[in-house]
């Protein structure tokens, strides 16, 4: 059946009339902590939220907020994704400053303005009684960051996989579209040795010294270029005190790539580096911490091609990049997914992160046509 014609000017005034409702919400869900692992507190605020606007939230096991908004027909669903945790610690001191157009605190771009802006994109679809042509499921999620492993976006995707048409992931710049899913892999390498007293028993195998092998060892591998392949040794620890030879060492080991084979490969050669270098006397263990899949959308997915003609529309330029993001589940899966952005601003993952004011409407705008239109897609 063919959608109704929007006034889409007039819907992008009535997004940009709400900039000041969106920096005011974003504040108030800046000021819960939730530390990765730790969401529920603010999952709980969200979901009050979304109780005002006479929804009924359901607060899953491990704090994913669901709200499902009707459309004409039941399935297939348009689900949206904004992630709840940020990377600060739960006694981090949180301060919200605004500067004119900038408005700055720890997360508050990382995804606070995210969330705000799903919650007013079900406000505005609301008053402008736009209807949608299938269910529009809004997920405020869990576990994004660090070692959170992408569960909050693998439960909701599992949840309605079956009936899932397509997903859009809120998270990052405005302009940006994030098509290209980096998978991951994180280990925590521990090296064991006998320890001892550092002259007494000098000469015993050092975990810290076997640990030092192989941290250098794996700096001289080589990876290719294209596809993009990284590595990074993000942390380290181990010891007891400076007389005692070390009985425990250990690393965190951060692996990515744009292609799975290559990211495989990888993980491959850095395991034959770890048993090559840890040296006599000591064990070397790997503890798999996390793992991100990878994937691609073509620039000529229906959905891609969507969210760019979303962004001309207000007058972007689209870019496209590769990233590691909730979008990697459904990406990986085969699902028709992009991740877009909201607005822009700097020092992400910093007490001095901000983000930008000015360009929120329209990123309210982009949010609300691209849902309305990606629903009416997977209804044909």
């Known amino acids: ?93 949180i301060t919200i400053v605004r500067d004119g157009d900038i408005l700055r605190g720890p997360g508050i771009g ?62 990052g710049h405005l302009g940006a579209l994030v098509t290209d899913a980096v998978g991951s892999q994180r280990w925590r390498i521990t090296v064991h040795g006998p320890g001892g007293h550092s002259f007494g028993s000098f000469g015993q195998a ?32 181990g010891g007891t005190s400076v007389n005692t030879i070390a009985a425990r060492a250990s690393a965190l080991l951060d692996m990515r790539s744009t292609d799975i084979a290559m990211l495989d490969k990888l993980a491959a050669n850095v395991r034959t580096t770890i048993d090559r270098s840890v040296g006599a006397g000591l064990r070397a263990e790997i503890e798999v911490l996390g793992e991100r899949p990878a994937g691609k959308r073509e620039r000529t997915d229906p959905l891609v091609q969507l969210a760019g003609r979303t962004l001309n529309w207000l007058g972007y330029a689209p870019s496209f990049f590769a990233s590691s993001t909730d979008a990697n589940i459904p990406i990986s899966l085969n699902i028709p997914a992009v991740c877009i952005g909201v607005t822009r601003g700097e020092r992400a993952h910093t007490l001095d992160e901000f983000i930008q004011l000015a360009p929120v409407g329209d ?8 849902s309305y239109e990606a629903c009416a897609l997977v209804a044909r």
């Open 1 to 93: 059946m063919e959608r109704p014609q929007q006034d889409w000017q007039s819907i992008r005034l009535a997004a940009n009339a709400k900039k000041e409702a969106i920096a005011e919400l974003t504040s108030r869900i800046c000021q819960v902590p939730a530390p990765t692992g730790h969401e529920m507190e603010r999952a709980q605020f969200v979901a009050s939220l979304f109780r005002e606007r006479g929804y009924a939230p359901e607060v899953d096991a491990i704090g994913n907020v669901y709200v499902q908004r009707s459309g004409e027909q039941k399935r297939p669903v348009v689900m949206l994704l904004a992630h709840l945790d940020t990377v600060f610690p739960a006694e981090t001191p």
């Open 110 to 171: 990382d995804n606070c303005v995210s969330v705000a802006t799903m919650i007013h994109t079900i406000d505005l679809l609301d008053e402008l009684h736009l209807g949608t042509a299938v269910d529009l499921v809004a997920v405020a999620n869990v576990g994004e960051e660090g070692l959170g492993n992408l569960r909050g976006a693998r439960a909701a995707v599992e949840r309605y996989r079956a009936d899932l048409g397509a997903v859009i992931v809120i998270d």
């Open 363 to 370: 990123g309210l705008a982009q949010l609300v046509r691209l």
């Open 206 to 237: 050092s975990a810290i010294h076997g640990l030092g092998r192989i941290i250098a060892a794996i700096a001289d591998i080589k990876v290719p270029k294209e596809p993009k392949t990284t590595f990074n040794i993000g942390m380290i620890e």
